[in-house]
């Protein structure tokens, strides 16, 4: 039986793993097919790959700026540099952009080196007995932990641990927003010379040039689309059937680049349901020393790996307290 079961490998997930593993034994589990979470990169084939989830990370704590600077020095993160515009195509965005050298997971892969970890593996339901947890997953398996730590977005953590925790934690103002991303690769590797554009429209938010990120080399052009949240909430429910909902942004995004429809070879849109909560709550994490469950997310604090980094550093002060 392990110490720990830790569910979700995300920036909170993977950081309370690699700060308990140095005392504890520990178990990722995740019901995605590899780390990142919402930290997440897709790569479809050899040089095709988008940054769907996280774009980038602009640190503002002292002590994750530290952090990000130390993996600076590992080659684990990068400066991502360039142009980043706003939607005037003028204006320039100075803070510091720090990118995964690989794809934006690896700050989750790095921190679970060396840590076991299982995927697609979906935690279906958690039980409590005085000594220790039982974890049943989707195949219908059971394992056993001693203590429990749930990183998933709130509603899927109200879903699953509802009777486990102290009720506080469910009267917090939390909402989960919606976005809706799409990926493109255009034939003819036109580049226009910025890394990313802000937009200032109801539908279409922010564009990312994959190519800018200088991770390897691509004969097409390839872009990440990030909806605005107003679209989003309009359309998270019917994107897979409508495919207008992804054809109205890939029109706003060819009327403002002069890329053409006809160049387009590859289209992919995901719909994320809960991307992150702009209100920061009273709670930082949460830990139960009595029933030995924990929770740590991005949500507590805010809505970025920043917050989910912070969140983590917090439960794990809770628990060395023990
Ligand atoms: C589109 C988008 C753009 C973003 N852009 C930025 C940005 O530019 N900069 C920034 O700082 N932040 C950005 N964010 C926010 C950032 O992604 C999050 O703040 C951060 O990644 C949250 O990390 P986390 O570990 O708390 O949660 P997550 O990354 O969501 O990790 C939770 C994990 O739990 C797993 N899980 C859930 N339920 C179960 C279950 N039942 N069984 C097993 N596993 C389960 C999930 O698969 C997931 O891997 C963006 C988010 C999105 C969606």
């Not at 706003?252 to 890329?259: A, E």
Request: hydrophobic residues 35%.
């Amino acid at each position: 039986m392990v110490d720990f079961c830790i569910i979700g490998s995300g920036v909170a997930g993977s950081t309370i793993s690699k700060i308990l593993s140095k005392k504890y034994s520990v178990l990722v589990l995740d019901k995605a097919r590899g780390p990142g979470g919402r930290s997440s990169n897709k790569r479809f084939q050899k040089n095709l790959s988008f940054d769907h989830g996280v774009q980038y990370i602009s640190p503002k704590s002292k002590r994750f700026k530290k952090f990000l600077e130390n993996l600076r020095r590992r080659n684990i993160v990068k400066i991502w540099d360039g142009d980043h515009l706003d939607f005037t195509f003028e204006k320039k965005e100075f803070n510091r952009k720090y990118i995964g050298r690989l794809g934006n997971n690896d700050i989750c892969k790095y921190n679970l080196k060396n840590i076991n970890q299982s995927y697609q593996s979906t935690v279906k339901s958690i039980k409590f007995n005085k000594f220790f947890w039982e974890i049943k997953l989707d195949n219908e398996k059971y394992l056993q932990s001693k203590s429990i730590i749930l990183t998933c977005p709130f509603p899927q953590l109200k879903k699953l641990a509802f009777k486990f925790l102290n009720k506080k934690i469910f009267n917090l103002k939390i909402s989960m927003h919606p976005n809706i991303t799409t990926m493109l690769a255009f034939k003819n590797k036109k580049e226009i010379p910025v890394s990313s554009i802000k937009f200032k429209d109801d539908l279409l938010g922010w564009a990312a040039n994959e190519n800018s990120k200088k991770r390897f080399k691509s004969t097409l052009s390839l872009w990440t689309l990030q909806s605005t949240v107003k679209w989003a909430k309009k359309t998270i429910n019917n994107y897979k059937k409508n495919r207008k909902v992804e054809n109205a942004m890939i029109s706003k995004f060819l009327s403002s680049t002069g890329f053409k429809k006809n160049t387009i070879i590859f289209k992919k849109t995901h719909g994320w349901k809960y991307s992150y909560n702009y209100q920061q709550t009273l709670m930082k994490s949460y830990w139960d020393k009595n029933k030995r469950i924990g929770v740590c997310a991005d949500w507590f604090i805010g809505p970025k790996v920043e917050s989910a980094w912070l969140s983590a550093n917090d439960l794990a002060k809770k628990i060395k307290k023990i």
